[in-house]
C-alpha cells in the first residue's frame, strides 16, 4: 500500500487548517485593537458625561421664551425695578395702564402665565415676586 497520496492530502489539509488559523489570529488582533478604541472612545464618553453633569449646575437658567405680547418684556421690567412683591394693580400703574378692573384681571392673568412659566413666583395670593434664579442663589452663598 502506497501512503503518499494520503500524507499528501493530509498535508494539503494541514495547510489549509494553518491558513485558516493564520486568518483567525489575525482578525482576532483586529477585533482586540477594535475592542481597545472602543472602550476608549466609551471612557471618554464617560468623563464627558460626568463634567458636563458636573457643569450644569454652572450654567446661568435658560429664560423661558415669553409670549408674544409687548406687555411681558415690560412686566418683567418693572418687577427688575420693584425692591419687593408687587400686585396686579401695581403692575397696572407700571406699565401706564389705566385701574380698570378688564386691565388688572387682563395683568393679573399675564402675571399668573409668567408664573407658570416660572418666570415669577406668587408669593402671597395676588402678590408676585421675581423667581430667584439657582445661579444667582448660588453665587451670594460664594
Do not use: W
Request: glycine share 4%.
Amino acid at each position: 500500500m502506497n501512503l503518499q497520496p494520503l500524507l499528501d492530502a493530509l498535508g494539503l489539509q494541514a495547510d489549509a487548517a494553518r491558513a485558516v488559523a493564520d486568518d483567525l489570529r489575525a482578525q482576532v488582533v483586529d477585533l482586540q485593537a477594535r475592542l481597545r478604541e472602543a472602550e476608549t472612545h466609551l471612557e471618554r464618553l464617560a468623563i464627558t458625561r460626568t463634567t458636563v453633569t458636573d457643569l450644569t449646575d454652572r450654567l446661568p437658567a435658560v429664560a423661558p421664551d415669553l409670549p408674544e405680547h409687548p406687555d411681558y418684556p415690560r412686566i418683567l421690567a418693572a418687577f427688575n425695578h420693584a425692591t419687593g412683591p408687587l400686585r396686579a394693580k401695581d403692575v397696572c400703574e407700571a406699565l401706564g395702564h389705566e385701574l380698570q378692573p378688564k386691565n388688572v384681571e387682563g395683568t393679573r392673568a399675564k402675571l399668573k402665565r409668567l408664573v407658570k412659566l416660572g418666570v415669577l413666583t406668587e408669593a402671597d395670593v395676588g402678590s408676585f415676586t421675581r423667581k430667584q434664579q439657582p445661579t444667582e442663589h448660588r453665587d451670594q452663598q460664594l
